[in-house]
């Protein structure tokens, strides 16, 4: 167990809605990133927020949104949803000192039909 | 788009042998990681190196951040069934980008 969690762990929606992904970073950490994992490929990164703030951005979408709250909890939003979109999500978090020592999250899966 | 080249793709082999794979880039990086993923579930951190030339150890797991900064290698010594699982390397540029970029994946698979 890492220590961060997410949730829902499975999702599954329809083309052109919207949906709130949510996680909870390991206590003390400040950093969290969101990452995206198609079948069998590797995780592309998405965005990372860092005490609140957008620190970094990837290959995310303008249909994909981010938050980051003063408890640190996080927030990955979708909208217009496409079958493309389908895959697993994850979070990640890190400590300040070491902030590349990154601890994944458990991951939702989000199946768009 | 990817700058890693993590070979090989997919291993497999006899319980106790010993596995190697490796990340290589054209570009250099300054920090490299190691994940370990199992099905449906998220990476997670085996190993980190921070210097070139660093060789770090977690249990039968050895890695190398390479001398020209460019490479990476992770050996597993006396495999046994729970190792099977995606292996990733994942890096941090040295263009102060902040975020990591992954490999492909190493799927190994251990045969008891």
């Known amino acids: 167990d890492s220590g961060v969690t997410q949730t829902p762990k499975h999702l599954i929606t329809a083309t052109g809605q919207r949906v709130t992904l949510r996680c909870s970073p390991r206590s003390g950490d400040l950093s969290v990133y969101w990452y995206q994992q198609s079948l069998d490929q590797g995780l592309q990164f998405l965005i990372q927020?860092?005490?609140?703030?957008?620190?970094a951005k990837g290959n995310i979408l303008e249909r994909f949104s981010a938050q980051q709250f003063p408890d640190l909890h996080s927030e990955l939003n979708l909208s217009s949803l496409e079958l493309g979109d389908s895959a697993l999500y994850f979070c990640?978090?890190?400590?300040?000192?070491?902030?590349?020592?990154?601890?994944f999250g458990p991951g939702t899966r989000l199946t768009v039909t | 788009g990817q700058q890693l080249n993590q070979s090989p793709q997919s291993m497999f082999i006899q319980e106790g042998e010993d596995v190697s794979m490796n990340c290589t880039s054209s570009?250099?990086?300054?920090?490299w990681l190691w994940y370990k993923q199992d099905p449906g579930e998220g990476p997670v951190l085996l190993i980190a190196?921070?210097?070139?030339?660093e060789l770090t150890s977690n249990g039968r797991l050895t890695a190398q951040f390479g001398i020209t900064r460019k490479d990476s290698f992770l050996n597993i010594s006396a495999s046994i069934p729970s190792d099977v699982g995606i292996y990733f390397c994942a890096g941090l540029l040295d263009t102060g980008r902040r975020a990591l970029t992954f490999g492909s994946g190493t799927r190994l698979q251990v045969q008891p």
């Open positions: 190196l921070y210097k070139a030339g």
């Open positions: 927020y860092y005490n609140g703030e957008e620190r």
């Open positions: 990640a978090s890190s400590p300040s000192p070491r902030p590349y020592e990154q601890y």
């Open positions: 570009s250099i990086f300054n920090t």
